[in-house]
């Protein structure tokens, strides 16, 4: 069974509660979890762009920019979501994955 998709306005309207109530990142019925609000939107990186960062397209990635966040990441210890925020990059355990290849075997493991 796939993964559910979700309308770019149910999303802009569980970031805005989430974002301007009180109860925190409770579910909203029949529309996104509390956990994929906080990610999605930049929520625990402390850089909240909101609903735009649901918008952040999926792409290729150069071997040199692959190496450039690990390294980055080495160098800051940030978490993979942070390191995601900061470069733009669309999904967290993307960068987790690059940490790890280039953990096993350097820059070569990093080459599609």
């Known amino acids: 069974m796939g993964r559910k998709k ?15 109530s009180d109860d925190g990142a409770k579910k909203q019925p029949g529309c996104l979890a509390s ?7 930049g929520l625990n990186t402390g850089t909240v762009n ?21 390294r980055w990441m080495q160098e800051h210890n940030p978490s993979s979501r942070k390191a995601a925020t900061k470069f733009c990059i669309a999904v967290a ?4 994955k690059w940490e790890r290849l280039y ?7 990093l080459r599609d």
């Open 50 to 70: 909101g609903v735009n960062d649901f918008t952040i397209p999926t792409r290729a990635y150069s071997t040199e920019f692959k190496e450039s966040v690990v």
């Open 93 to 96: 355990c993307t960068v987790s």
């Open 35 to 41: 956990t994929t609000v906080q990610s999605g939107a």
């Open 103 to 109: 953990r096993e075997g350097g820059i070569i493991a």
């Open 6 to 20: 979700y309308s770019f306005e149910c999303k802009q309207q569980v970031v805005h509660h989430y974002l301007n």
